[in-house]
């Protein structure tokens, strides 16, 4: 009898694993769902947090994606079940309502939420800050246009989502959102024009400085055209930009500065026997291995670690004035040929699309383009604004971390020590970011990334048999190759 009643204890734990099956219409916050239809697009449970939901989302995408056979309706109620359940106030909603009239439009606020969780979306907001490219871009763009221009560009952005056109950014209402939104600087006679004097400037080998200030000229030129009212909103516009720049450089400094400060504050700084540097080497570790997930998350990784590195490196060499001060000499020149490489292939991609775009656009008119080309040539598009947006995203975080490195590593009164010992925590921590590498098998989620790393092998081709050096490599290790081009 013992043995009977033994073998029947484990009988309640049996009924353990159906718990969760029974609380999936409940949502995180402990309330009843009203409708589970989008939650059950994404194959995800009605508390599924915002990590699960990106990862269901591309996963879903992808699978149901017209390229690979999938129904295009399905594809798109997926793309309109993430763009709700994504957003915090969208998603109580929901959970309360139910599902109500599909918008099925994009317009240029959407379009910047949307571009912001592109990149890295909240997981980087410590270590870079929010993005302010397309939001800059948007509202420079609002002030600049007429009324007519305005509801001109809505209504295409709206019709252009509306009709989800599968070759658009594969894989990813996201993209095409950001795609839609990096078009309003293009039309911009200004920015275009700026943009050119910049070229000419980078390619006449001019310094980051004067590459700066040829766009600046070129751009107050063109501002001449503009009225008192708009110049004023411009100016008032650019303050406010300094503003929110300075403020994002303290906020992003005072967090390194916490970040490393395990490192910093370590019986033996960077030794391999020192057990606090053990400890926050593999935190840091496993923390990189979560943010790689992200979108673009190896891509940001990787443009973080090399300016770590780089600012790292230049402070340790400057201070040790090895050589006479030459080591610190050429890391600081070293530094600036980073800036100038950055900047000419920001602007470079920014003026290929524009190029394809009024390219496209005459081929169109006349009519001359097969269908099976065009839809060939609208994904080619799309991915050359993929690498334009992701090459100006990757210049503003640099940008912005080199004046946070500056600011956590020139603390006026802070003792030498101190700030040695925060430049060896920021150079390791860069090798770090640096060594981050996709996972094996990653590459149907990593799919925009793979878009960004094809477009930039055929912009490497292409200059170099435009220089008729013959020969080129395209990228063989995905989008995280293209980080650096």
Same mark, same amino acid.
């Given at each position: 009898?013992?043995?009977?009643?033994?073998?029947?204890?484990?009988?309640?734990?049996?009924?353990?694993?159906?718990?969760?099956?029974?609380?999936?219409?409940?949502?995180?916050?402990?309330?009843?769902?009203?409708?589970?239809?989008?939650?059950?697009?994404?194959?995800?449970?009605?508390?599924?947090?915002?990590?699960?939901?990106?990862?269901?989302?591309?996963?879903?995408?992808?699978?149901?994606?017209?390229?690979?056979?999938?129904?295009?309706?399905?594809?798109?109620?997926?793309?309109?079940?993430?763009?709700?359940?994504?957003?915090?106030?969208?998603?109580?909603?929901?959970?309360?309502?139910?599902?109500?009239?599909?918008?099925?439009?994009?317009?240029?606020?959407?379009?910047?939420?949307?571009?912001?969780?592109?990149?890295?979306?909240?997981?980087?907001?410590?270590?870079?800050?929010?993005?302010?490219?397309?939001?800059?871009?948007? +509202? =420079?763009? &609002?002030?600049?246009? $007429?009324? *007519? %221009?305005?509801? !001109?560009?809505?209504?295409?952005?709206? @019709?252009?989502? /509306?009709?989800?056109?599968?070759?658009?950014?594969?894989?990813?209402?996201?993209?095409?959102?950001?795609?839609?939104?990096?078009?309003?600087?293009?039309?911009?006679?200004?920015?275009?024009?700026?943009?050119?004097?910049?070229? +000419? =400037?980078? &390619?006449?080998?001019? $310094?980051? *400085? %004067?590459?700066? !200030?040829?766009?600046?000229?070129?751009? @107050?030129?063109? /501002?001449?055209?503009?009225?008192?009212?708009?110049?004023?909103?411009?100016?008032?516009?650019?303050?406010?930009?300094?503003?929110?720049?300075?403020?994002?450089?303290?906020?992003?400094?005072?967090?390194?500065?916490?970040?490393?400060?395990?490192?910093?504050?370590?019986?033996?700084?960077?030794?391999?026997?020192?057990?606090?540097?053990?400890?926050?080497?593999?935190?840091?570790?496993?923390?990189?291995?979560?943010?790689?997930?992200?979108?673009?998350?190896?891509?940001?990784?990787?443009?973080?670690?090399?300016?770590?590195?780089?600012?790292?490196?230049?402070?340790?060499?400057?201070?040790?004035?090895?050589?006479?001060?030459?080591?610190?000499?050429?890391?600081?020149?070293?530094?600036?040929?980073?800036?100038?490489?950055?900047?000419?292939?920001?602007?470079?991609?920014?003026?290929?699309?524009?190029?394809?775009?009024?390219?496209?656009?005459?081929?169109?008119?006349?009519?001359?383009?097969?269908?099976?080309?065009?839809?060939?040539?609208?994904?080619?598009?799309?991915?050359?604004?993929?690498?334009?947006?992701?090459?100006?995203?990757?210049?503003?975080?640099?940008?912005?971390?080199?004046?946070?490195?500056?600011?956590?590593?020139?603390?006026?009164?802070?003792?030498?020590?101190?700030?040695?010992?925060?430049?060896?925590?920021?150079?390791?921590?860069?090798?770090?970011?640096?060594?981050?590498?996709?996972?094996?098998?990653?590459?149907?989620?990593?799919?925009?990334?793979?878009?960004?790393?094809?477009?930039?092998?055929?912009?490497?081709?292409?200059?170099?048999?435009?220089?008729?050096?013959?020969?080129?490599?395209?990228?063989?290790?995905?989008?995280?190759?293209?980080?650096?081009?």
């Amino acid at each position: 009898m013992a043995d009977a009643a033994s073998t029947s204890t484990p009988a309640p734990a049996a009924a353990a694993p159906t718990e969760p099956t029974a609380a999936r219409d409940i949502s995180r916050d402990g309330a009843k769902i009203a409708d589970m239809e989008y939650y059950d697009l994404l194959g995800v449970r009605g508390d599924a947090s915002d990590l699960d939901l990106k990862k269901a989302y591309r996963k879903a995408a992808i699978k149901n994606h017209p390229d690979k056979g999938g129904d295009e309706e399905t594809f798109k109620m997926i793309g309109e079940a993430y763009r709700v359940l994504s957003d915090n106030h969208l998603r109580a909603d929901y959970d309360k309502y139910g599902k109500k009239k599909p918008t099925d439009e994009v317009g240029l606020k959407e379009a910047t939420d949307m571009f912001g969780s592109l990149f890295g979306g909240e997981r980087f907001m410590d270590l870079i800050g929010e993005i302010s490219l397309i939001k800059d871009f948007g +509202k =420079a763009s &609002e002030i600049m246009m $007429t009324e *007519e %221009e305005k509801e !001109e560009l809505e209504a295409q952005m709206k @019709a252009e989502h /509306k009709k989800a056109n599968p070759t658009d950014a594969p894989a990813s209402v996201d993209a095409t959102a950001a795609a839609s939104a990096a078009k309003t600087d293009l039309p911009s006679e200004a920015t275009t024009a700026g943009d050119e004097a910049a070229r +000419k =400037a980078a &390619e006449a080998g001019a $310094t980051s *400085e %004067e590459i700066a !200030e040829a766009k600046k000229k070129e751009d @107050a030129r063109q /501002k001449q055209k503009l009225t008192p009212e708009q110049k004023a909103k411009l100016e008032e516009l650019e303050k406010e930009k300094e503003e929110n720049e300075r403020k994002r450089v303290e906020e992003l400094a005072e967090k390194l500065k916490e970040r490393i400060r395990p490192f910093v504050d370590a019986r033996k700084p960077g030794d391999k026997d020192d057990s606090q540097t053990q400890i926050f080497e593999r935190k840091m570790k496993e923390e990189a291995e979560d943010l790689k997930l992200e979108s673009f998350g190896v891509e940001l990784l990787h443009a973080i670690g090399n300016i770590y590195v780089m600012k790292a490196t230049t402070w340790i060499k400057t201070k040790k004035h090895s050589f006479l001060g030459f080591g610190g000499f050429m890391s600081r020149m070293k530094e600036r040929g980073a800036v100038v490489k950055e900047t000419w292939g920001m602007l470079g991609s920014a003026l290929n699309v524009k190029a394809s775009m009024d390219e496209l656009a005459r081929r169109q008119e006349k009519g001359e383009i097969p269908e099976d080309e065009l839809r060939a040539l609208e994904q080619d598009m799309s991915g050359k604004m993929l690498l334009a947006t992701w090459r100006g995203t990757r210049f503003e975080i640099s940008g912005i971390l080199r004046q946070v490195c500056d600011k956590v590593l020139n603390e006026k009164g802070v003792n030498d020590k101190v700030l040695f010992n925060r430049a060896q925590a920021i150079l390791f921590l860069g090798m770090i970011y640096k060594s981050v590498q996709p996972d094996e098998g990653d590459d149907e989620r990593r799919e925009l990334e793979r878009l960004v790393a094809d477009a930039a092998g055929k912009n490497k081709k292409k200059g170099k048999k435009d220089k008729k050096v013959g020969g080129s490599t395209t990228p063989t290790t995905g989008a995280a190759a293209s980080a650096s081009t």
